[in-house]
C-alpha cells in the first residue's frame, strides 16, 4: 500500500506560480512512476506529467514550458513547479504513482487561477 498527500494548492493570479508537493508514504520502494492529474470542474481527470522511474518526464502539451514535475531519488516526494499560470490551470490537482499493478491516488489539492 502507498498513501499520497497533496499539499501547496491556493488562489493565484494569473502569470503567477505555485509548487505543489506530495509525499508519499509505505511501501514507496515498490513505486514505479509517479504523476500529476488534474480535474477541472465539468471536465475529464486528464494526466499532464509524468516522472518514469528510469528518470525521465514527459509533459502534455497544455503545460509544456511552464510546468515542472521532479521527484526525490528515495522516491517519497514528487513536486510539481507550476509557473505562468493561466485561468484555465483551475482545478483540483492529483498525485498518482503506481507499482504495476495498482495505482495510488491523494486526495488532491485545489489550485484556482483569477484573471
Known amino acids: 500500500q502507498v498513501h499520497l498527500v497533496e499539499s501547496g494548492g491556493g488562489l493565484v493570479q494569473a502569470g503567477g506560480s505555485l509548487r505543489l508537493s506530495c509525499a508519499a508514504s509505505?511501501?514507496?520502494?515498490?513505486?514505479?512512476?509517479m504523476a500529476w492529474y488534474r480535474q477541472a470542474p465539468g471536465k475529464q481527470r486528464e494526466l499532464f506529467a509524468v516522472?518514469?522511474?528510469?528518470?525521465?518526464?514527459n509533459y502534455a502539451d497544455s503545460v509544456k514550458g511552464r510546468f515542472t514535475i521532479s521527484r526525490t531519488g528515495a522516491k517519497s516526494w514528487v513536486y510539481l513547479q507550476l509557473n505562468s499560470l493561466k485561468p484555465e490551470d483551475t482545478a483540483v490537482y492529483y498525485c498518482?504513482?503506481?507499482?504495476?499493478?495498482?495505482?495510488?491516488w491523494g486526495k488532491g489539492t485545489l489550485v484556482t487561477v483569477s484573471s
Open positions: 509505505g511501501r514507496i520502494y515498490s513505486i514505479n512512476d
Open positions: 498518482n504513482a503506481d507499482d504495476h499493478v495498482v495505482h495510488y
Open positions: 516522472f518514469t522511474s528510469g528518470g525521465s518526464t
